[in-house]
């Protein structure tokens, strides 16, 4: 069965630091471009972060640029997503999804991981 299974969502303080897991079931993730995306209430669905299949390139959103680091671990079959210097505005759902790094066009979801930034 083709998924992916987010993990490591939480309740956090402003400035701290969080990791999330991307883990792909039924596929590999060196063939498929994996992106991150998030959607907090009452907003849009934000492209966050994204990397290709093909050469490892990476791509950030402007809101998380020089914050967040996208990498993946092959052996592992999973994608990361480390936030540094989080932000109340960061908070929302972080989802992962197979996606092309050029259209942002998703088209398997994982199930989503909450991440709330507060004091």
């Known amino acids: 069965q083709v998924q992916l299974v987010e993990s490591g969502g939480g309740l956090v303080q402003p400035g701290a630091s969080l990791r999330l897991s991307c883990a792909a079931f039924?596929?590999?993730?060196?063939?498929?471009?994996i992106g991150w995306f998030r959607q907090a209430p009452g907003k849009e669905r934000e492209e966050v972060s994204c990397?290709?299949?093909?050469?490892?390139?990476?791509y950030y959103g402007d809101s998380v640029k020089g914050r967040f680091t996208i990498s993946r671990d092959s052996a592992k079959n999973t994608i990361y997503l480390q936030m540094n210097s989080l932000k109340p505005e960061d908070t929302a759902v972080y989802y992962c999804?197979?996606?092309?790094?050029?259209?942002?066009?998703?088209?398997?979801w994982g199930q989503g991981t909450q991440v709330t930034v507060s004091s």
């Open positions: 999804a197979t996606t092309s790094c050029d259209t942002w066009t998703p088209w398997i």
């Open positions: 039924g596929f590999s993730v060196d063939r498929y471009a």
């Open positions: 990397i290709k299949s093909s050469d490892g390139s990476t």
